[in-house]
Nanobody, 125 residues
Framework: QVQLVESGGGSVQAGGSLRLSCDSS????????MGWFRQAPGKEREGVAV???????SYADSVKGRFIISKDNGKNTLYLQMISLKPEDTAIYSC???????????????????WGQGTQVTVSS
């Protein structure tokens, strides 16, 4: 049963923008924490932005001022608006949902956590 589905990835030039979406089932969406993570070729997965059910948001330093995470509760959808994209933002972006606290430093989810399948973002110089 697929519970998180990302979309909105693509190829853009440096300085461009993309908006990623993560559609989820209502059950998955009600997990306390949701976030965006990315993995570049040959690198470890890293946290990009996370949001708690109380609205508290955290961003990786590398994306502060350029990325915005948001939620549409009516659509059970998580978004990541990305502007001023850089080649180093190139990665597979995945959304995650968990009842355990997520942070930018999260590497693995709890047994109740869910990962999406990911969407590719490629930024050319």
């Amino acid at each position: 049963q697929v519970q998180l589905v990302e979309s909105g990835g693509g190829s853009v030039q440096a300085g461009g923008s993309l908006r990623l979406s993560c559609d989820s089932s209502q059950y998955t969406y009600k997990r306390n924490y949701m976030g965006w993570f990315r993995q570049a070729p040959g690198k470890e997965r890293e946290g990009v932005a996370v949001v708690a059910s109380d609205g508290k948001i955290s961003y990786a330093d590398s994306v502060k001022g350029r990325f915005i995470i948001s939620k549409d509760n009516g659509k059970n959808t998580l978004y990541l608006q990305m502007i001023s994209l850089k080649p180093e933002d190139t990665a597979i972006y995945s959304c995650a949902a968990d009842i355990a606290p997520l942070s930018i430093a999260t590497v693995t989810l709890s047994p109740y956590g869910v990962w999406g399948q990911g969407t590719q973002v490629t930024v050319s110089s």
